[in-house]
């Protein structure tokens, strides 16, 4: 059974900085991994997907990085911004029925 | 383009009721999947329908039953609701249940259960 870890749970820091998010997972036979973002009381908004021959995807300020082997991914945000601050899931897509399996979430806040 | 649309976004229920909601998924998608969200829980996936027929199922008891009809709207019912289910509902579309597609995901239903 797939399992993924996202490591910090909450992470808090000031505008400006550089962060890196992690994602780990139990079962490397996947397919891709998709980043969310989801705002409070809101639906999730996709952010970057990550094909399993893929090592990395880029777009604007952010970096999706993918070791299927190590089972582990990392979204690093660059010049961090106030309205960065949400919550960021990471998704893998595996199994014979092509399921997405869930992290439960880094809650960032970036403080001005 | 619209995205995806969820109705009723917010709504009350009394143990024992039932409830539905509703889902249009991207216009041109076929693939509808539906999500539990809880704080305790994280995301659960309830099930995933594709050209009106149901491909996965999550771990939920039967109380929990969805369709997506030939226009590839989709609904779920859960009857009998327990406090339990006061959740955020979420669901999301995709071009079809190919590894390589983007999912993208509605604002949500907030049931509440009292």
């Known amino acids: 059974k797939q399992e993924v870890t996202q490591i910090p749970a909450a992470l808090s820091v000031p505008e400006g900085e550089n962060l890196v998010l992690n994602c780990s997972f139990t079962?490397?036979?996947?397919?891709?991994l998709q980043w969310f973002r989801q705002d409070p009381g809101k639906g999730l908004t996709s952010l970057l997907l990550?094909?399993?021959?893929?090592r990395e995807q880029t777009s604007g300020r952010l970096n999706a990085s993918l070791d299927k082997s190590s089972g582990r991914s990392t979204l690093y945000i660059a010049a961090s911004q106030p309205g960065d601050s949400a919550t960021y899931l990471c998704?893998?897509?595996?199994?014979?029925?092509?399921?997405?399996?869930f992290g439960k979430g880094t809650l960032l806040t970036v403080n001005p | 383009k619209a995205g995806v649309t969820q109705t009723p976004r917010y709504l009350i229920k009394t143990r024992g009721q039932q409830v539905t909601l509703s889902c249009s998924p991207i216009?041109?998608?076929?693939?509808v999947s539906w999500y539990q969200q809880t704080p305790g829980q994280g995301l659960q996936f309830l099930f995933e329908?594709?050209?009106?027929?149901?491909?996965n199922k999550g771990n939920f008891p039967g109380r929990f039953s969805g369709r997506q009809f030939s226009n590839s709207r989709s609904e779920m019912n859960v009857s009998t609701l327990e406090l339990g289910d006061s959740a955020l509902y979420l669901c999301?579309?995709?071009?079809?249940?190919?590894?390589?597609?983007?999912?993208?995901f509605g604002e949500g239903s907030w049931l509440t259960v009292v």
């Open positions: 999301a579309s995709s071009l079809g249940p190919n590894s390589g597609n983007t999912i993208y």
């Open positions: 079962d490397s036979a996947i397919y891709n």
């Open positions: 216009s041109g998608h076929r693939s």
């Open positions: 329908y594709f050209s009106e027929t149901q491909r």
């Open positions: 990550i094909q399993s021959s893929q």
């Open positions: 998704a893998v897509r595996g199994g014979s029925n092509y399921k997405l399996t």
